[in-house]
C-alpha cells in the first residue's frame, strides 16, 4: 500500500479511524446525487471502508483517503477499483474519485486525481476506465482533463452512464 503526497494533499490508504468522515461525505445527499442517487447508511459505510481495505489487499490497488497537507482535514476519496461490474471492462482498474462539498470547485479532485493516475502510470498500467453520470459535468470535465476519453454510453443499476478510457502515453 502507498501513500502519495501533493502539494497540498495526503493520499493514503483507508484507516477503521476514517469512517466518521466517510460515512459523513456518503450521507450526504449532495455528493451522493451523481453515484446511486441516494446517500449511504452509516452501515453502507462501513462495508465500502472494508471493501477498500480488501482491494488493497488482493488487488495491489484501491482507494485512497485524502486529506489536506496542512492540519489533516478529510477532503475525499480517489482511487481504482475492479467492482466486476459486469458493464465489459471488468479486469480493468476503474478509477474515482468523490470530495467533501467544501473541497469541491478548489481543484483538490485533480491534484488528487493526477497523483493517482501518476502512481499507476509508473506501475505500467496500460489503462484505466471510468464510469460518470451524464449529468455530472464537473466530472466529466475533471476526468477529459486527465486524459479520459468516452468510449461509450451504457445504463448501470437502471443509470446512464458514460463510459471513459485513459490509456498510458
Known amino acids: 500500500m502507498s501513500t502519495i ?31 446511486g442517487g441516494r446517500p449511504s447508511t452509516a452501515e453502507e459505510s462501513w462495508a465500502r471502508l ?24 478529510f477532503v475525499g476519496e480517489v482511487g481504482f477499483a475492479d467492482f466486476r461490474r459486469g458493464l465489459g471492462f471488468d479486469g480493468v482498474p476503474e478509477g474515482g474519485w468523490i470530495l467533501m462539498p467544501w473541497a469541491q470547485g478548489r481543484g483538490l479532485a485533480g491534484e488528487a486525481v493526477r497523483a493517482a493516475l501518476g502512481w499507476a502510470d509508473a506501475r505500467g498500467w496500460d489503462r484505466s476506465v471510468c464510469i460518470i453520470d451524464p449529468e455530472n459535468a464537473p466530472s466529466l470535465r475533471l476526468a477529459g482533463a486527465c486524459g479520459y476519453q468516452e468510449i461509450r454510453r451504457l445504463t448501470y443499476k437502471d443509470h446512464p452512464v458514460v463510459l471513459l478510457e485513459r490509456t498510458r502515453a
Not at 472494508?50 to 485512497?64: E, I, N, T
Open 50 to 73: 472494508l471493501r477498500y481495505g480488501g482491494l488493497w489487499g488482493l488487488l495491489g490497488f484501491g482507494y485512497w483517503a485524502v486529506r489536506e497537507r496542512a492540519g489533516g482535514r
Open 5 to 35: 503526497e501533493t502539494e497540498r494533499l495526503v493520499l493514503r490508504p483507508h484507516r477503521a479511524e476514517d469512517f466518521d468522515d466517510l460515512a459523513a461525505m456518503w450521507a450526504d445527499p449532495e455528493v451522493t446525487r451523481f453515484i
